[in-house]
Every structure is written in structure tokens, then in C-alpha cells.
């Protein structure tokens, strides 16, 4: 079909004027009328129907319309990496995923920096738990994800591409503070978790499960979702909490949070790249991930 026909069809539907579609094209009017004919013919249906005060698409017109948006889109793309190729310069659009703990600091640093090395290029990151960006992974939705725990899934490839500290957070001036504490000493405190599909969760249920110990065997009446809510629990005195340290270096500078080693849970996990198995990678996304190797190992 000729793509030439679609986007002057799509500018009369769009502009609901032939005269107005020339213009925007930068063609006669005549000409976008024959563009339209030829294409009402090869279909066999009337698109656009003239006999208003203004030009309307017919109900065959607007089904047409919304594929036909979806088709120049997709050549548009087409040529933007054709371009790329010639030119060597990254264009349209990045769109990663990334879960709360990386999300909130690593992923937005590495992206920013990235970004401004290609200008043309249109940067998009979305934060979800890290179960989300995984099945946002797998369903196709997202092309690459950034999560800070590994989840065995059929068809997708997991890479390490950074380490990560999880420390025991305490109130400022907290009994605990800057000591090692034993399990015992941790099962006395009310500790402050965050939700089921969190990275950090399972890095800390595996870790504890390996000292003998399960979450629900400690005080842990508080589920609060989200990092930035356990910080806040947790400055503000009402429990512990283990958490990245990436995530509190801010806090800690400022003596907002303090932190505590737990004998025998030593919990450092790595962050992983997440990505379709045996899925070409865009550009910008193969180039990005090559950039978060080199930063964030």
C-alpha cells in the first residue's frame, strides 16, 4: 500500500479540510484529493465522506484511520534507524522499566548521564516492583528492565550489571546504631518491611532463611509498600528496616537514619539487566546497557 495515500488520507481526517491537508503536506489540494480517490478505489469503500460543510471520515474511514496511524508510525520508526545506521546518532525513543530500589537512584543517574552523550534521544523509564518490570519484560511491553533481585522466568536473560549493599536502617540515635547486633537483639525490634515482589524482600527472606530465621518470626507488623515510606517509618522511630544503602546515602549524610550490622546476614545482591531471550535489542537499548556495564560495574 502506498504510504503516500495514508498520510494524505490521515492529514484531511486529521486537518477535516482537503485544503488544509494540502497545506500541512506541502502539496496542491488537487493532488491530496487524487491521493485520497486512489486509495478509496484500490480499497473499495468510500474514507472520507464530502457532502457536510466539513469533510468527515466514514465508519470504514475510521477504522482505516487508526490502522493506518499504526502502519506510518512503524515507517517512521523504520526510517529513524536507517538514519541512525548512516549517521551513527541515536534518535527516537528509550523506554526501560526499572524496580523501586534501582529506580530511585542508579537507573535515573545512569539514564540522565546517558542522555546527555545523545541528545536526539528521548529517554522514558517506568517504576514498578520488581516482579512488574519482569512480567512487563516478558510480555513485551518493555524492552529492556533494570530489578534488584534474579527471578528464574522462561524466555528471558538475566545479567548482572552491579552490586548492591543492604544494610539495617535504625533511628538516629537508636540503641542498635552503629553496633553489630545479634538475632536475638533483632527480634526484640518491630521491623518495618516493604512489599511482597520487592527485591529487596526476597534478597533479605533468602538471607534470613539461611540464618534460621523467617520474616514473620520477627516483629514485622509493618508492610509499608515503597522504600521512601519504610525511611520514613523508620527515621521517624516507629522500627528497623533493611534497606539498600544506595537508597539512604542521602539520610545517612544528613543524620536522618543510622545503620547496624546483624551477625551471621551479611545481604549483598546484585542488580540485574532483564531483557527478552534471543530479542534484538534496539540500538539506543544494546548502547544504553553497554553504558551501564562500563558505570555502574
Given at each position: 500500500?502506498d504510504?503516500?495515500?495514508?498520510?494524505a488520507?490521515?492529514a484531511?481526517?486529521?486537518?477535516?479540510?482537503?485544503?488544509?491537508?494540502a497545506?500541512?503536506?506541502?502539496?496542491?489540494?488537487?493532488?491530496v484529493?487524487?491521493?485520497v480517490?486512489?486509495?478509496e478505489?484500490?480499497i473499495?469503500?468510500?474514507?472520507?465522506?464530502r457532502?457536510?460543510?466539513?469533510v468527515?471520515?466514514?465508519?470504514?474511514?475510521?477504522?482505516l484511520?487508526?490502522?493506518?496511524?499504526?502502519?506510518?508510525?512503524?515507517?517512521?520508526?523504520?526510517?529513524?534507524?536507517?538514519?541512525?545506521?548512516?549517521?551513527?546518532?541515536?534518535h527516537?525513543?528509550?523506554?526501560?522499566?526499572?524496580?523501586?530500589?534501582p529506580?530511585a537512584h542508579?537507573?535515573?543517574?545512569?539514564?540522565?548521564?546517558?542522555?546527555?552523550?545523545?541528545?536526539?534521544?528521548r529517554?522514558?523509564?517506568?517504576?514498578?516492583?520488581?516482579?512488574?518490570?519482569?512480567?512487563?519484560?516478558?510480555?513485551?511491553?518493555?524492552?529492556?528492565?533494570?530489578?534488584?533481585?534474579?527471578?528464574?522466568?522462561?524466555?528471558?536473560?538475566?545479567?548482572?550489571?552491579?552490586?548492591?549493599?543492604?544494610v539495617?536502617?535504625?533511628?538516629?540515635?537508636?540503641?542498635?546504631a552503629?553496633r553489630?547486633?545479634?538475632?536475638?537483639e533483632?527480634?526484640?525490634q518491630?521491623?518495618?518491611?516493604?512489599q511482597?515482589?520487592?527485591?529487596?524482600?526476597q534478597?533479605?527472606?533468602?538471607?534470613?532463611?539461611?540464618?534460621?530465621l523467617?520474616v514473620?518470626d520477627?516483629?514485622?507488623?509493618?508492610?509499608?509498600?515503597?522504600?521512601?515510606?519504610?525511611?520514613?517509618?523508620?527515621?521517624?522511630?516507629?522500627?528497623?528496616?533493611?534497606?539498600?544503602?544506595?537508597?539512604?546515602?542521602a539520610?545517612l549524610?544528613?543524620?536522618?537514619?543510622?545503620?547496624?550490622?546483624?551477625a551471621?546476614?551479611?545481604?549483598?545482591?546484585?542488580?540485574?539487566?532483564?531483557?527478552?531471550?534471543g530479542?534484538?535489542?534496539?540500538?539506543?537499548?544494546?548502547?544504553?546497557?553497554a553504558?551501564?556495564?562500563?558505570?555502574?560495574?
Open positions: 500500500m504510504t503516500r495515500q495514508l498520510q488520507f490521515c484531511v481526517v486529521e486537518r477535516e479540510s482537503f485544503s488544509q491537508a497545506e500541512r503536506l506541502g502539496v496542491t489540494q488537487p493532488a484529493s487524487l491521493q480517490r486512489a486509495l478505489e484500490r473499495g469503500r468510500r474514507l472520507i465522506d457532502s457536510g460543510r466539513r468527515e471520515p466514514t465508519e470504514a474511514g475510521r477504522t484511520y487508526r490502522s493506518a496511524q499504526r502502519l506510518l508510525a512503524a515507517e517512521e520508526q523504520m526510517l529513524t534507524e536507517l538514519a541512525e545506521d548512516e549517521t551513527g546518532e541515536l527516537g525513543r528509550l523506554a526501560i522499566g526499572a524496580s523501586t530500589g529506580g542508579l537507573v535515573p543517574l545512569l539514564l540522565c548521564e546517558f542522555a546527555a552523550s545523545h541528545p536526539q534521544l529517554v522514558q523509564l517506568a517504576i514498578a516492583d520488581t516482579q512488574a518490570v519482569i512480567d512487563r519484560v516478558a510480555g513485551r511491553e518493555l524492552e529492556l528492565g533494570v530489578v534488584g533481585a534474579l527471578r528464574r522466568q522462561r524466555g528471558l536473560e538475566f545479567e548482572p550489571i552491579a552490586r548492591d549493599e543492604i539495617l536502617a535504625v533511628p538516629p540515635g537508636h540503641a542498635l552503629g553489630d547486633v545479634s538475632l536475638d533483632l527480634r526484640a518491630t521491623l518495618v518491611v516493604m511482597e515482589g520487592a527485591g529487596v524482600r534478597v533479605i527472606e533468602d538471607e534470613l532463611r539461611r540464618a534460621g523467617r514473620r520477627l516483629g514485622s507488623r509493618l508492610e509499608l509498600g515503597l522504600p521512601e515510606s519504610v525511611k520514613s517509618a523508620v527515621a521517624a522511630g516507629h522500627g528497623v528496616a533493611f534497606i539498600s544503602r544506595t537508597g539512604i546515602e539520610e549524610a544528613a543524620g536522618t537514619l543510622a545503620t547496624a550490622r546483624v551471621g546476614v551479611e545481604p549483598v545482591r546484585q542488580i540485574y539487566a532483564v531483557r527478552p531471550k530479542r534484538t535489542l534496539s540500538r539506543a537499548a544494546d548502547a544504553f546497557l553504558f551501564a556495564r562500563k558505570e555502574a560495574a
